[in-house]
DNA sequence: TCTGGGGTCCTAGGACCC
DNA sequence: TCTGGGGTCCTAGGACCC
C-alpha cells in the first residue's frame, strides 16, 4: 500500500501570481467572502507572523506598514485552476482521489520504490510547467503518513518538494516526529491536542506510540484509526469516486446586517435557489429543508440568537419554488422582530436519488397530478439551462428582491478577474 | 465599524417500543 | 428505602477538515 498526496503551496495565492506576476516574492493574502478573514497567505505573509483565519480588520495596519497584497476570493478562478490541476495529476494513476480544491491522493502501487521520488518531482515539473503552480509531494504507506510527508516536503526546503515516507530511517521517523505538535496530524484538532495533552500526550511520536485501544476509550474510534495510521496500518481507503452527498448548504454572512425579515426572505430565496440547482445537478431530492438565521456571536448585547429549524417536506422535491415556499415558512417560525442579523444560511437534508420519490400518501395521484410534476419539471430544467447560459442569478424568484435594492449583499472590494473562465476578462497580452 | 463557507463523522441523550 | 432491561431511531451538538 502507498500513497501519494499532492497539496498545491498557498494555493490560491499561486492561482493569483500566475496571472499578476507582480506579486511574485511580494507577501499577498486572499480573503474570505465579504473581505472577512485571510483564508491564504504567501510564503512572506507567514513569516510576519499572520495565522490562518485572522480577521482582516484586526491585520490591517500591520498589513499596510509591510505593503501586504490583499486579495477578494475570486473563486470560479480557483476551482477552475483546480480542474485542471487535477486532471494533469490524474495521468500519474489509475486511482485519484481528489480530497479538496487544491490537494488530491494517488494510489501508487504498482511504482517501484526507487522509482517514486522522481516521479514525484515529475509531478511538480508538469504541474509547474503546464498551469505555473508550485505544489508539494508527500508519499507514505498510509493516507495520514502521506499528508505528514507533505508538510515535512513543504516545511524542509532540503526534501526539495518530495517527501516519501519510506525511505527514511525508522531512527529518523522517530525523531521527526518528536518535534511535531501532536497538532499537526491530520485529525487532531485544538480540542483533542489540548486533552491529549493533559494526558501527556503533546507530539506526534507521543501518539504514535500511545496504544490504540486506550486511545478509543478515551476518545473515540477516529482518533484510533489516526494512532494506526501513524504506525502505518493503513485504515482510510482511497475514494475514488465522490459518495453522493448528504446535505447540501447555502449560507452567507451579509455586506451589513439585516433587520427585516422581508431582506432574511430576499437573501433565503436566494440561498435556496442555489441550493436547489445544485440537488438537481446531482439528480437528488431532499426530505426537509433547514432554515437558519442569527446575529453576530462577537456582540454581546443584545445576547446572539441564532434561530434554527428543520422544515420537513410533505413529498420528497428538488423544485425551486416548493422549496422556496418550506424555506420562509421555517424563516416566519424562527424570525425574532428588532434584532440585527448577520447571516442566514439554507441546508438541504434528508437527501436521496431523484426518480424514488416516495409519494405524498394524501395527494390524489391522478393524471392531473401527473401533468402538473410534469410542466414544474420542466420549468426548473428551463431555469437551469438559463442559469447555465446568462449566469446564475440571471433569473429569480419574485421573493429574491431586486439586486439595487439589497441591503446585505457581500463585499468584495478587491477581486480578481475570471481569468480562466469568461471571455471578457481573459488577460490580454500587450506587444 | 469590521470576524468565511461547505462539508463529514461521531456521540450523547431522549423518545419510544416491547 | 427500594421503581427493569435492551433495543432502535432521531436529533442536536461537537470536533474536525480545507
Not at 150 to 168: E, F, S, T
Amino acid at each position: 500500500m502507498s500513497f501519494a498526496l499532492i497539496d498545491g503551496n498557498n494555493f490560491y495565492v499561486s492561482c493569483e501570481r500566475v496571472f499578476q506576476p507582480r506579486l511574485e516574492e511580494r507577501p499577498v493574502v486572499v480573503l474570505s467572502n465579504n473581505d472577512g478573514c485571510v483564508v491564504a497567505r504567501s510564503a512572506e505573509v507567514k513569516a510576519l507572523g499572520i495565522a490562518m483565519g485572522t480577521p482582516w480588520f484586526q491585520i490591517r495596519d500591520l498589513a499596510e506598514a509591510h505593503g501586504i497584497v490583499a486579495l477578494s476570493s475570486n473563486y470560479a478562478l480557483y476551482a477552475d485552476m483546480s480542474n485542471r490541476m487535477m486532471s494533469l495529476l490524474a495521468s500519474f494513476s489509475p486511482l485519484q482521489e481528489v480530497y479538496s480544491i487544491d490537494e488530491c491522493f494517488l494510489d501508487l502501487h504498482g511504482v517501484a520504490a526507487e522509482d517514486r521520488l522522481a516521479l514525484g518531482a515529475r509531478m511538480r515539473r508538469v504541474i509547474r510547467q503546464y498551469l505555473g503552480l508550485p505544489v508539494c509531494v508527500g508519499m507514505a504507506p498510509t493516507k495520514t503518513l502521506a499528508k505528514l510527508a507533505n508538510h515535512l516536503a513543504k516545511k524542509r526546503p532540503g526534501y526539495q518538494g518530495v517527501c516519501d515516507w519510506a525511505r527514511i530511517a525508522a531512527a529518523e521517523q522517530d525523531a521527526l516526529l518528536a518535534e511535531l505538535p501532536v497538532q499537526e496530524v491530520w485529525g487532531v484538532g485544538g480540542q483533542s491536542a489540548a486533552a491529549l495533552g493533559k494526558m501527556g500526550i503533546h507530539t506526534v511520536q507521543d501518539l504514535r506510540l500511545a496504544d490504540p485501544a486506550w486511545i478509543h476509550s478515551r476518545f473515540n474510534v477516529v482518533l484510533e484509526r489516526t494512532v494506526r495510521e501513524l504506525r502505518g496500518e493503513s485504515c482510510i481507503a482511497l475514494e475514488t469516486l465522490a459518495p453522493p452527498r448528504q446535505e447540501i448548504q447555502c449560507s452567507r454572512s451579509f455586506g451589513q446586517s439585516v433587520t427585516t425579515e422581508r431582506g432574511l426572505a430576499e437573501a433565503l430565496t436566494l440561498y435556496t435557489t442555489r441550493a436547489a440547482q445544485k440537488l438537481r445537478r446531482q439528480r437528488q431530492v431532499c426530505g426537509a429543508v433547514r432554515v437558519m438565521i442569527r446575529t453576530s456571536p462577537f456582540q454581546q448585547r443584545p445576547p446572539p440568537y441564532c434561530g434554527s429549524i428543520t422544515v420537513p417536506l410533505r413529498e420528497a422535491s428538488n423544485d425551486t419554488l416548493v422549496l422556496i415556499q418550506v424555506a420562509l415558512r421555517g424563516l416566519r417560525r424562527v424570525f425574532r422582530p428588532g434584532l440585527s442579523y448577520a447571516k442566514a444560511g439554507v441546508l438541504l437534508v434528508d437527501l436521496g436519488p431523484e426518480g424514488v420519490i416516495q409519494g405524498d400518501l394524501f395527494a390524489m395521484a391522478d393524471a392531473e397530478d401527473q401533468a402538473g410534476r410534469e410542466r414544474r419539471r420542466q420549468l426548473m430544467e428551463t431555469l437551469d439551462r438559463i442559469h447555465g447560459r446568462y449566469g446564475s442569478g440571471s433569473i429569480n424568484p419574485g421573493t429574491a428582491g431586486l439586486r439595487a435594492d439589497r441591503e446585505w449583499g457581500m463585499r468584495r472590494g478587491n477581486r480578481s478577474p475570471a481569468y480562466t473562465t469568461r471571455w471578457a476578462e481573459i488577460p490580454q497580452v500587450l506587444a
